[in-house]
């Protein structure tokens, strides 16, 4: 019979360093920085990794909890919303006779914090030594159940190395004012409320102390808050547990109350053991999916697993009324607004390691199918117009002015003119379908986006009298060049949208005509439009040159200043700094290259050698000032077959939220650069790509990378990869569903289930 674990096990954490992120000591510059990369996150649940039993009295900024759709507006006038903090749960003062145990997280003069990757944990350890009267050893474990989204659980424990003194511990719930409005406070319950946007939350908590094993009685100190206070003794051992339940609902007349309660008693039946195991078991779940391991490349394994740590996290599908923002639940920055991010960089994973989380996703675009057809009627257009920066109803949320560098105001156009989000949602929708087979999805909500997305395009794009279809006063994902015509990422992936709305309108009528018939009737459709759709997909201007085989970003791209990035090595800041606006505007430095995104989605659109001669032409020419852009360049790279130039733009997107020194990150990590890893990884160095009878792989790994092996999904199936670069062989098994073809360098092999591949040549 198995032994419970102590809560000291518990505390110990995973000992493989591969799993692990860990920091000692503190660093006032980069204590934000490590608050984003140690947060933990449930996709509902989104907590900072704050100190909590060290962060000291003279630290007055809440510690950040996140909740996943609980957006409001700043007053009743101002339409953009932003993602309101809840409250902090993690609350501790621990005091002695003298005054508080830490007055600054400076004087702990031993403290290492760590990230548990592999539990979906964050765990602390900190040796406190304030007098020579009184020792303590100080352990601490927080996390956000991945089994049962509304738990959260603080587990801690405080050892009495030497000392008899009086001590107080204080558990309290702080923050509470933040962005909410109160309705309720009690001991064990607060109730809020959004001012504008009509969402209620509730937490309920238990906190309970026990002293060498004995429960210890608290001292009601007022809402939320608890109070214990006993004499130590050497080799005493306080613990310390607290359990809290939020809820959030969408409608003020919901209350969340009785839920959170409900929440609430089942996770105290359970007790923190239960917890921590359903938990433990659903992240073991997740590994056992998404897990990529490298051999012969410690530090390229550690960000991998830190970028598919991260994914896991912020993803939950049990909600269609949320998508994955900016900073998915880890920080402030971008107010929690979703981009074009997510479909492009964050849904292949999901898409072939998590179906269920790729389709909810999805469904949060079909729920806001109201908001962009608005937003395309409001400018003159049919069809749908996503918004730029999405939040809980899909209106436009992007801001009309920012501050530059030069602390001018500046007109911000990407609300207008970043069209292209409507064909990359349509994209991730057909990715989805194509790597799922999810007939159910396509016919309820698919279908429909990528009709009104296509119906969007053939409005925009206008005839004229050059006998070609135009799409101007743009901007493509390079934000450098605005208010351009025929932007090549634009009108190609625009064209792509609308030839796969007709193949979908094609695909219903055959397959499913009842379907079809209701669809025509809600849209309005006629064959007459249909029509217009292909005239306008044979005729849009692309930007191709046919005589060189280069793309031309925007008309007149060729005609700007080309200027030598080189000599601009070395440089901290973006080029648009380096430059000023308006000489970037007039040159060809790129933000990040839409040719080489368009290579990265549409390959199939470079024939021959223009793959090659479109790739160096623009990343010659690429500042990368997106920290999407590295990624994608090592994508395409690593497709082309210059593995050396893909490892070095990994470990460039991996140095985004994890160099050493960078504090770009205090707002919260980069989920999609975290996104690009994998896609770097999985689609560019083992070389998968989908097909309709399969999936296929063409690899091409880094020298250092000895093997690679990982696990996807495809159409019901789950396929174990092994690719060995010492060998040059391959194994496959088929650990789940009906026989398929695996492509190896276009060579088909057949996979039966359960049955590992013979050792495949590559």
Not at 143 to 156: C, N, V, Y
């Amino acid at each position: 019979m198995t032994a419970l674990k102590t809560m000291a096990d518990m505390l110990a954490g995973t000992e493989d360093p591969a799993w692990i992120f860990a920091v000692n000591g503190f660093e006032p510059m980069m204590e934000s920085s490590v608050e984003s990369r140690f947060a933990i996150s449930n996709g509902f649940l989104g907590v900072r990794g704050a100190r909590s039993t060290t962060r000291g009295e003279r630290w007055v900024v809440p510690a950040r909890t996140y909740v996943a759709g609980l957006f409001d507006s700043p007053d009743v006038k101002q339409a953009a919303q932003a993602l309101v903090p809840a409250v902090d749960w993690l609350g501790i003062q621990i005091a002695l006779p003298g005054g508080p145990l830490v007055g600054h997280p400076g004087d702990v003069p031993l403290h290492r914090m760590t990230l548990d990757m592999r539990r979906g944990s964050v765990l602390s350890e900190s040796h406190h030594l304030p007098t020579r009267e009184i020792g303590l050893f100080v352990r601490t474990l927080r996390l956000a159940s991945m089994s049962e989204r509304a738990i959260g659980l603080q587990l801690i424990q405080l050892e009495v190395e030497h000392g008899e003194v009086d001590i107080t511990f204080e558990a309290s719930a702080e923050g509470m004012e933040l962005g909410l409005a109160t309705d309720r406070l009690d001991q064990t319950l607060g109730l809020w409320h959004t001012r504008y946007s009509g969402k209620r939350l509730a937490l309920a908590t238990l906190t309970s102390l026990q002293i060498d094993g004995k429960i210890v009685q608290p001292i009601a100190l007022g809402p939320l808050k608890w109070s214990w206070r006993w004499k130590t003794r050497p080799g005493q051992l306080a613990s310390f547990e607290r359990f809290v339940a939020i809820v959030r609902t969408d409608a003020l007349e919901l209350d969340p109350g009785p839920t959170a309660r409900d929440k609430l008693g089942l996770a105290q039946r359970a007790g923190w053991r239960g917890v921590v195991s359903a938990h433990e078991a659903a992240w073991t779940s997740r590994w056992l999916c998404s897990d990529v391991t490298i051999a012969g490349d410690d530090d390229a394994q550690h960000a991998l697993r830190f970028a598919v740590y991260h994914l896991n996290g912020a993803a939950n599908p049990a909600d269609e009324q949320v998508s994955i923002g900016a900073r998915a639940l880890t920080g402030d920055d971008y107010h929690g607004h979703v981009f074009w991010d997510t479909e492009i960089f964050l849904l292949p994973f999901y898409s072939l390691t998590w179906p269920g989380a790729a389709r909810t996703l999805l469904m949060y675009r079909f729920h806001t199918l109201g908001g962009a057809r608005a937003k395309a009627a409001a400018m003159g257009w049919r069809g749908a117009l996503y918004a730029w920066e999405s939040a809980a109803t899909g209106a436009e949320m992007s801001p009309e002015q920012v501050i530059g560098p030069d602390r001018k105001v500046i007109a911000v156009l990407c609300g207008r003119q970043e069209q292209h989000i409507s064909a990359d949602i349509a994209y991730a929708v057909w990715q989805y379908w194509q790597a799922t087979g999810d007939d159910d999805f396509l016919l309820q909500a698919g279908a429909e986006i990528l009709l009104e997305t296509g119906r969007f395009w053939a409005s925009r794009a206008g005839l004229e009298a050059d006998g070609q279809c135009h799409i101007r006063g743009v901007i493509g994902p390079d934000e450098y060049h605005e208010n351009i015509d025929d932007n090549a990422y634009t009108n190609v992936m625009a064209r792509w949208n609308i030839r796969r709305a007709l193949d979908a309108a094609a695909l219903l009528r055959e397959r499913w005509p009842a379907r079809w018939r209701v669809l025509v009737g809600q849209l309005a459709l006629e064959d007459t439009e249909l029509e217009q759709w292909r005239n306008v997909a044979q005729t849009i201007k692309t930007g191709l040159d046919p005589k060189t085989g280069l793309f031309e970003q925007f008309s007149g791209y060729f005609g700007l200043e080309d200027i030598d990035l080189n000599n601009y090595a070395g440089r901290s800041v973006p080029m648009d700094v380096v430059l000023g606006r308006e000489r970037t505007q007039n040159s060809q430095v790129v933000k990040q290259s839409d040719v080489v995104a368009l290579l990265g989605l549409l390959p199939e659109e470079f024939e021959g050698d223009s793959a090659a001669k479109n790739f160096r032409y623009y990343s010659s020419r690429c500042g990368h000032g997106s920290s999407l852009s590295p990624a994608m360049h090592g994508l395409v790279a690593a497709r082309l077959g210059d593995a050396a130039a893909a490892l070095r733009f990994f470990r460039q997107t991996a140095a985004i939220d994890l160099a050493a020194k960078r504090v770009g990150s205090a707002g919260g990590i980069h989920i999609a650069a975290q996104g690009g890893i994998w896609m770097l990884s999985v689609l560019g160095f083992a070389g998968l790509s989908l097909r309709s009878d399969g999936i296929a792989i063409d690899p091409h790994l880094p020298t250092g990378w000895n093997s690679v092996a990982f696990s996807v999904q495809w159409r019901g199936r789950r396929i174990k990869i092994r690719i060995d670069q010492t060998e040059r062989r391959l194994n496959a098994t088929l650990e789940a569903g009906e026989p398929m073809i695996l492509f190896v360098g276009g060579k088909p092999n057949h996979l039966a289930a359960s049955a590992a591949s013979s050792p495949i040549s590559w």
